[in-house]
C-alpha cells in the first residue's frame, strides 16, 4: 500500500458527537447551533477530546515520520461539523507540542470559527489579501497554550476571487513561516472548488466523511478528485460513528 493509504490507516478515528444530525446540509444552523459562541470549543465532550488527541498524534507526533505542518481539512459534504473538528483539533495540537499553532478559517461561504472562539470576525484572511502588514497582524491569539486564529475577515464582493490568486499563496507562505502548524478550514468538496486551491498552499489533507450521511461514492470521490489535483490525502476521520469502519471505504479513501 502507499503512503496515503498508510496515513489513512492511522487517521481513522471517529468523533463521535461532534455533528448535530439535524444539521446535516445546513451551514447556517451549523453555525448558529453547533459553534455559537455560548459554546466553547472546550465544551466538546471528554471522549471527543481524546479521539481528537489520537488523530493529533496518529497525523503530527508519530515518532519516526516527518509530520505535516501544514494541513487542510475538509469535508465531503456540508453541515458534517468539519469546522468545529478542526477547531478541536488545533487546540489538542497547541496543547501538545512546543512550537505555535495557526487555525486559518478559510471558509468565506460561512465562516464560523471565529463565533466558535468568541471573537470579531474581521481583520483576518481577507483582509490580509487587501491590505499590507505583517501576516500576524491579522491573527488573533485564543489560547494561551499558543494558538492563534486567522478569521475569515471582512467579506466583500471581491473575497472569492482572492482565492486563486498569488496573494493567497503569498499570505498562507509567510503564515507557514511565522507558525509552527498552520490548520485551515475550507468549505465541502462537493459543494465548492475552494479545497482544491486552498491544497495546492498545504502539505496535504484530510477528509471528514460523516457516517450515516456521506455516501461511500462520494468519499471515493473527493479523494480522488484532490489526487488529482496533486493533494496528498493524509487522511479521513469518520464523524459520528455508530458502527465499525467500513474498511471497503478507507481502502479507497
Not at 455559537?36 to 488523530?55: F, I
Not at 473538528?85 to 512550537?99: F, S
Not at 492563534?148 to 507562505?173: A, C, F, P, Y
Request: hydrophobic share 45%.
Amino acid at each position: 500500500m502507499g503512503k496515503n493509504f498508510e496515513w489513512t490507516q492511522r487517521a481513522e478515528i471517529s468523533l463521535g458527537a461532534l455533528a448535530t444530525p439535524a444539521t446535516a446540509g445546513n451551514e447556517s444552523a451549523v453555525k448558529n447551533k453547533s459553534l455559537s459562541s455560548s459554546e466553547s470549543m472546550r465544551a466538546v465532550a471528554p471522549a471527543v477530546r481524546e479521539e481528537s488527541l489520537k488523530l493529533v498524534q496518529r497525523l503530527f507526533l508519530t515518532p519516526g515520520q516527518r509530520p505535516p505542518k501544514s494541513v487542510m481539512f475538509v469535508g465531503v459534504d456540508s453541515g458534517n461539523a468539519c469546522s468545529r473538528l478542526c477547531g478541536v483539533i488545533a487546540e489538542m495540537l497547541a496543547e501538545n507540542v512546543a512550537g505555535s499553532v495557526c487555525l486559518v478559517d478559510g471558509n468565506f461561504r460561512a465562516p464560523v470559527l471565529a463565533d466558535a472562539f468568541g471573537v470579531e470576525n474581521h481583520h483576518g484572511l481577507a483582509d490580509s489579501l487587501r491590505q499590507e502588514g505583517p501576516v500576524r497582524g491579522f491573527a488573533t491569539q485564543v489560547r494561551a497554550q499558543g494558538l492563534w486564529l486567522v478569521s475569515s475577515g471582512s467579506l466583500e464582493k471581491d473575497s472569492l476571487s482572492l482565492l486563486n490568486g498569488g496573494r493567497m499563496k503569498q499570505r498562507i507562505g509567510e503564515l507557514k513561516g511565522e507558525f509552527e502548524y498552520v490548520l485551515v478550514h475550507v468549505p465541502a468538496l462537493n459543494v465548492f472548488e475552494d479545497a482544491l486551491a486552498f491544497g495546492q498552499l498545504v502539505d496535504g489533507a484530510v477528509l471528514v466523511v460523516e457516517a450515516n450521511a456521506t455516501r461511500r461514492e462520494a468519499a471515493i470521490r473527493a479523494a480522488d478528485r484532490l489526487r488529482q489535483a496533486g493533494i496528498m490525502v493524509l487522511g479521513a476521520v469518520l464523524n459520528n460513528r455508530t458502527f465499525a469502519i467500513p474498511k471497503a471505504l478507507y481502502e479507497r479513501v
